[in-house]
């Protein structure tokens, strides 16, 4: 006489996932790429809050931030945790030895200067070093990019430390003023393409 199988079930209690909860595990924790005309908003937003209450003054305006994002997208890096943009950099193309007022506003294609116009953190972010990270990944990616061989910026006295740290040279003040502000103007030689595809995995 056999003796009769005993199955049991076992019911395991069913976890219900929220979109948002989905979301979270399903974007990067952290990730890097070029900004598009869609992150305008958040570009200006971070911008804003970071140079209003210092200078009074932006960088770029928001017409200007989606004028150079439609332009030349592939001159400026995001950085985004969980989908959320915490740092990002905005350049254009410029080609003249030394920046003058119209480089603010305009983007000259096919040239061999990249003028970055802002770097920005998001007030939450910063005091964590995100800002020399992004511009050290930024100078190794227009290092990977063919004919770019100099980035320029502009930044205010105080500013001159951090991107010297990072490897840049003084050029003297800078004919640029804004709201009666004075800058200094600074430069980063890039090296030529094979020593970007030795040491920057191009």
Same mark, same amino acid.
């Given at each position: 006489?056999?003796?009769?199988? #005993?199955? #049991?079930? *076992?019911?395991? %209690? ?6 948002? $909860? $989905? ?12 900004? /598009? ?5 958040? !570009? ?15 960088? #770029? ?7 150079? @994002? &439609?332009?030349?997208?592939? @001159?400026?890096?995001? *950085? ?20 003058? $007022? ?6 000259? %294609?096919? /040239? ?21 990270? @992004?511009? *050290? ?8 990019? %063919? ?12 500013? !001159? ?8 040279? &003084?050029? &003297? ?10 800058? $200094?103007?600074?430069?980063? /030689? ?13």
């Amino acid at each position: 006489m056999k003796t009769p199988s #005993l199955f #049991l079930k *076992w019911h395991t %209690p069913v976890r219900v996932v929220t979109p948002l $909860q $989905q979301r979270r595990h399903t974007l990067p924790a952290s990730e890097f790429r070029n900004l /598009t005309p869609q992150d305008a908003i958040s !570009v200006f937003e971070i911008e804003r809050e970071a140079f209003v209450s210092v200078s009074g003054e932006c960088p #770029l305006t928001l017409n200007e931030v989606l004028n150079f @994002l &439609g332009q030349c997208p592939e @001159l400026s890096l995001g *950085w985004f945790e969980e989908g959320q943009l915490v740092a990002f950099i905005i350049g254009s193309g410029w080609d003249k030895e030394r920046l003058s $007022q119209e480089a603010m506003t305009r983007h000259v %294609p096919n /040239t061999p200067t990249v003028h970055i116009h802002v770097l920005s953190v998001h007030r939450h972010c910063r005091q964590q070093g995100k800002g020399s990270i @992004l511009l *050290w990944r930024y100078l190794q990616y227009l290092r990977c990019m %063919p004919g770019i061989r100099r980035a320029l910026l502009i930044c205010e006295d105080f500013l !001159v430390p951090f991107y010297l740290k990072a490897g840049f040279k &003084g050029k &003297g003040p800078s004919a640029i003023s804004v709201s009666n502000m004075h800058f $200094q103007e600074m430069e980063y /030689t890039l090296r030529g393409q094979a020593y970007a595809r030795r040491n920057s995995g191009c």
